[in-house]
């Protein structure tokens, strides 16, 4: 979604806002716009420009004296990515500029109100409202924060909101409700950011700010109220992140880098939760396990995550568990009580859909845990409690390494809360710990299918299949190959086949078939499957292990590991096969078309 940066200090604004920008590319955008206070009392300096970052660099014709200003990278959802629509927005003097990520609800209200006050609207933007009704308030005060403060208080919706005032040259104020804001503590500098990403180069102290707190930064002071002007002093922490972690590393794109940062991901998700043949969890020991029921909540790739976990949780737990698309249960009126448990699920901890579906969960009195891997992220704060995944940034739209180390967090949820319980578990450590070696040993033996790819460039649709634990990375490998390629694809359960979609099944229709270890139950029923496909046509990929002896042509081999946990393994090659087809399409691996590192709008 949107990236956000705000700079006050010594050195040139104009570039350390572009390069923050910049460095928030990843969350996607269609325009780009900064505002730079260069003198007190003269309007600002205002230039946006639809399109990538470039265009805004053409605007910038020299370089501006002033030391402080706002960035904004915008993702369109009220009114089509313009020079226009574009943000800053600002009032009519140019006294007043503001950037925003969010979506203000009650803006139509807002613009009705301000258009009586003889307010004249050039955009079709939500955030212009915000503009003018800052700077009438702005009037009232003479004071930015307490301007904010005040208007803050009459917004609905979800927003991170930047200002700048060019009476005040040295001053940034920033506001946050829903969505993502935090502080970057410099010496005699200091930023305001969507993410860590835009100042990680600078500095790694940084600042978490709470919901409806306002805060206002110059190159000395950081000062964080609450909407009533109290005081409150924000949590503060130190980057774990180098500016390294955060570059490609030498990778072609970040989605490369994260899928052969897997091993280590999943290594270090497991680090210190494991002793011997136990699970602990020092983050969920006050949750507890008297819960009747688990549901989890997630969108995408997170809930892929959700599906293929439900397996072990509820053989580990003895409880029923049901997976839910976050963005479906928001609208549902569902039966929970606090004897149900939900896990929500979310890589960026920002997914409006799944803050949403939290909400509305948490206001039935369901008791809350979430699976993140964005420290301070909102989802996290408003749960009872977070287990933290730890497979680092993750810049490439489609997500990968966040998805492996989600599956280990509903593994050791699972296990965790059965011995809890007192339930006799298989012992499984020992397993998971020879995970990180297993997903090594496939990306050192994955090349042919690299090659196999260029086989199925022309395909008009690819056909995925699975069963038990293998149905969920079906799913998972026909979206990683549309949201990639851009290509038509659908995962089915095996079972399914004989109930419609084998009627899809002609002279060389590509069917990737995930097969389970031969000891599983349903092993021979895929063979089946793998059968009744091939004897209409079908060009046949088998992703299996070396248990798999059925004659085809193309097998691609992972290491054998417990049928619950072999969704981890067998997914590795779905990842690399989209990446692989996305490239020969010539397509943009880590930004795809319409597509988002964080939907931070319903
Ligand atoms: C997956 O490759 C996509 N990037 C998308 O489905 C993503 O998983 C989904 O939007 C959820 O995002 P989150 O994990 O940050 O909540």
Redesign the pocket.
Known sequence: MCGIIGYTGSDSAQARIIEGLRKLEYRGYDSAGIALVEEAKKPLLIAKRAGKLANLEEALTKESRASAGIGHTRWATHGGPTDMNAHPHADETGKVAVIHNGIIENYLELKHELEIRGHKFKSETDTESVAFLLADELKKTGNLASAMRAICKRLKGSFTLLAVDSDNPRIIVGARRNSPLVVGVGKGENYLASDVSAFIAFTKSALELGQDQVVEVSPEKVEVTDLDGRIVTPHAYEITWDSKAAERGGFKHFMLKEIYEQPKAVADTLLGRIKGEKVELAELKDIKIDFERILIL??????HAGLIGKYALEEWTHTPVDVELASEFRYRKPVLSNKTLVIT???????MD?LMALRHAKSLGATTISIC??IGST?PRESDAVLYTHAGPEIA????K??LT?IIAIYLIALNFGERKGIKLPNMTGELLELPNKIQKILETVEPLREMTRGYKDATSVLFLGRHVGYPAALEGA??LK?LAYMHAEGFAGGELKHGPIALIENGTPVIAIVPPASSEIAAKMISNIEEVRARGARVIAIADSSFNLEIPEIIRIPKSHELLQPILSIVPLQVFAYEMSLLKGNDVDQPRN?A???TVE
Do not use: D, Y
Request: a neutral charge.
């Open positions: 997630a969108c995408g790739t997170a809930f699920i979310s890589q960026s901890g920002e997914t799944t891997n964005t989802i739209v489609a997500s990968t966040a998805l989600q979206l990683k949201e597509l590192k964080s939907v």
